[in-house]
């Protein structure tokens, strides 16, 4: 029975390829038939298909006879022989449908390599006879370096992008849009660098570097007039950031296509094109970044040195009303934005990380330093300079000036314009009055607007890297911008140094002023003195005049923002000042006195704190006075308890009388016993 199964087995085996193989040949055969058909019909897409069908019946070992297999090869002939006419005639008529037509049969014929290496050496050629200058380079001028330079980059562009379909769709399997796309680059990168090495040259970029940066400074009455024919770099710069601007969209272009036609490969081998930093072309594109960096550094030093040559007060608006400024804010910005733009435009790293580092040494620390001195000197000043109410008038006061002032409202787009009839500053020297320019107020509205300037600077130049580069930002380029808010934080520092520059002078004025009038002052009062305080105040009246005469005239010339600042400043040194001359060595205090101080601490407070709308820094300044004001002015000692230890003015001021500090309170209270005040207990 077993041998019955596996002879009955055995036969079922041959059978079984007995009839694959007359499927076989019965498919050869029709196949053959076809393969005839369509080479006589020369329809060579579906004679490939046929051939490929008998290649792979071929594979599976049916047997094909001699006579078919000379056919086959014949026809393979044919078929290759005709298929190359075509493509190459069609390449050349620039038939886009015969081509992609014609490419679909090389990968079915197995002679996709052959198909791929005759496109390329076509391209090849096309794009050097388009890419080939119409004459020697030398005696091209800087338009047609530039213009045959940005011909050369749109060329690769156009090309690859009309011959990307082919390569992807007939010659995925030999990597063709990646051999393209590497032979395309490899063919324009040395025209490329000729052009560049020649604009270079004929521009004389390094000669024009060196002769600015050893020009001889001006001196003396010469400084304005060098100033104003000094060389506008702008036009110059332009033209390099465009250059720079068009090698990096083209090399992105090449960069970009290279990853995505990776990403379509099956291939894993890495790519064929060079790495960016090994591309000669990347290296003469990186000797223009360098020199164009030199050169924004020439223009920023330039305008610099004019900016500071030609200074004068100008008034810029701020809510509605003009404040005296320097000139040289507005034209440092200008010239810093304009740089700044300029080369995030260009689309290059380097070129703009290194304008921007310039940039901000530029405001951190050329602009920085003569701030600082006229910060350092602001004391001086003020003390050797006459009153400040006539000082600015004749830029505040003119009408007619108000009439030909020019808004400045953003940063660099608006600009003050140059003929203003502003105050020129007049020479000085170290004992000479005070130069408007250096007046307090300037100084002052002039750090304030560096502030507004430096944010507006910020959000404009980050915007302009989103849109120069892609997200996310280079890593250098968001260091770079970086570099703007640590200035930020300097300026804000150097503001602040001013304002306590300014109090400190104010502090001295005050005590001299307080002090005579405060001996005489006496808080152990009748009812009759205290009637005779409401009618002719101890001292509050008359320190709020003289505040008055101290700081009208900032009110008047200082932006709104910079005059609360002055003021919480001022603050500080009123309530100290008050302080220390009424409470640190304590005088006889009665129900009445305590009174009398918290109505004249009131009416101080109240007039500074109405020029800050009594802000959060207003009450802690006052917070320490009015809680000694408060500790004197009880019924009995017990009633402190009710609020010791307990956030004051509306929980703004955290409770700072120690318990030592308020014994020594109550026992200034003429009213108060000793045993009263002992038998308070105080955690």
């Known amino acids: 029975m077993t041998r019955e199964v596996r002879l009955l087995g055995r036969v079922q085996e041959r059978v079984k390829a007995s009839i694959e193989r007359s499927d076989g040949i019965l498919r050869v055969r029709q196949s053959m038939q076809r393969l005839q058909a369509c080479m006589h019909e020369r329809n060579y897409k579906d004679a490939a298909a046929c051939l490929k069908e008998l290649r792979d019946i071929e594979a599976l070992s049916i047997p094909i006879d001699v006579g078919d297999k000379l056919r086959m090869n014949s026809a393979e002939n044919d078929i290759r022989d005709a298929i190359e006419r075509q493509m190459s005639a069609a390449l050349h008529a620039k038939d886009e449908a015969a081509v992609l037509r014609l490419g679909s049969i090389f990968e079915p014929m197995l002679f996709a390599e052959e198909g791929v290496s005759m496109v390329l050496a076509f391209v090849a050629s096309q794009l050097e006879e388009r890419l080939a200058p119409s004459s020697s380079l030398q005696r091209l001028s800087i338009h047609d370096l530039t213009s045959h330079l940005i011909h050369v980059f749109n060329t690769v562009a156009e090309v690859t992008l009309r011959f990307e379909p082919l390569m992807l769709q007939s010659f995925g399997s030999v990597r063709g849009a990646e051999r393209l796309l590497s032979r395309v680059y490899n063919v324009a990168s040395p025209i490329a660098v000729r052009l560049l090495d020649a604009y270079i040259a004929q521009r004389g970029l390094a000669d024009l570097i060196h002769k600015a940066r050893h020009l001889p400074d001006a001196t003396g009455p010469n400084i304005k007039v060098a100033a104003e024919n000094a060389v506008d770099w702008n036009p110059q710069l332009n033209e390099v950031a465009v250059v720079l601007q068009h090698s990096q969209t083209y090399e992105r272009f ?294 008055r005469l101290l700081l009208d005239p900032y009110e008047e010339h200082l932006a709104r923002e910079t005059f609360e600042q002055l003021v919480d400043a001022v603050t500080v040194v009123v309530a100290e000042l008050l302080e220390g001359l009424l409470l640190t060595k304590l005088v006889p205090f009665n129900q009445l006195g305590a009174m009398q101080l918290e109505k004249d601490v009131r009416v101080v407070a109240n007039y500074l704190g109405e020029k800050v709308q009594f802000n959060h820094a207003h009450h802690r300044a006052f917070g320490t006075l009015r809680q000694c004001v408060m500790v004197l002015n009880v019924d009995v000692p017990d009633d402190v308890l009710e609020f010791y230890g307990r956030p004051t003015t509306r929980g703004v001021v955290d409770w700072k009388l120690g318990a030592g500090r308020v014994i020594e309170l109550l026992q200034a209270r003429v009213e108060f016993t000793t045993v009263e005040i002992a038998a308070i207990e105080l955690a």
């Not at 020199?291 to 924004?296: D, N």
């Not at 703007?484 to 104010?506: C, N, P, R």
């Not at 005489?520 to 009618?535: C, G, I, P, Q, R």
């Open 254 to 547: 090449v960069r970009a296509r290279d990853v995505f036609y990776m990403a379509r490969s099956s291939s894993p081998t890495g790519s064929l094109l060079a790495s960016f930093n090994a591309s000669p072309l990347n290296t003469s594109v990186q000797e223009l970044a360098a020199l164009y960096c030199a050169l924004e550094d020439v223009c920023l030093s330039a305008s610099t040195k004019k900016a500071l040559a030609t200074e004068e007060m100008r008034s810029i608006a701020s809510h509605s009303a003009l404040i005296p400024v320097s000139s040289i804010i507005d034209e440092v910005f200008y010239v810093a934005r304009n740089g700044a733009c300029r080369a995030l435009a260009t689309g290059h790293v380097d070129a703009a990380c290194g304008v921007l580092n310039l940039v901000a040494t530029l405001l951190e620390t050329t602009l920085y330093d003569v701030i600082k001195s006229r910060v350092r000197a602001l004391p001086r000043e003020m003390r050797e300079a006459g009153p400040l109410t006539g000082l600015l008038t004749n830029l505040q006061s003119s009408t007619q000036l108000r009439d030909q002032i020019q808004t400045i409202a953003t940063l660099g787009k608006k600009m003050t314009s140059r003929n203003l009839n502003s105050t020129p500053p007049a020479s000085t020297n170290a004992s000479g009055p005070l130069t408007p320019v250096l007046a307090p107020p300037v100084t002052l509205n002039s750090i304030g607007t560096i502030l507004s300037y430096l944010a507006q600077l910020q959000a404009t130049l980050e915007a302009d890297a989103m849109a120069a580069f892609s997200d996310p930002l280079p890593a250098h380029i968001k260091s770079c911008l970086s570099g703007l808010q640590d200035a930020a934080k300097g300026y804000k520092a150097l503001l602040e140094t001013a304002m306590s520059h300014i109090a400190s002078v104010f502090q001295p004025k005050l005590a001299s002023f307080l002090s005579p009038i405060l001996k005489k002052t006496s808080f152990d009062l009748t009812d009759a003195m205290f009637a005779a305080n409401e009618v002719n105040d101890p001292f509050a009246a008359s320190l709020v005049t003289q505040l």
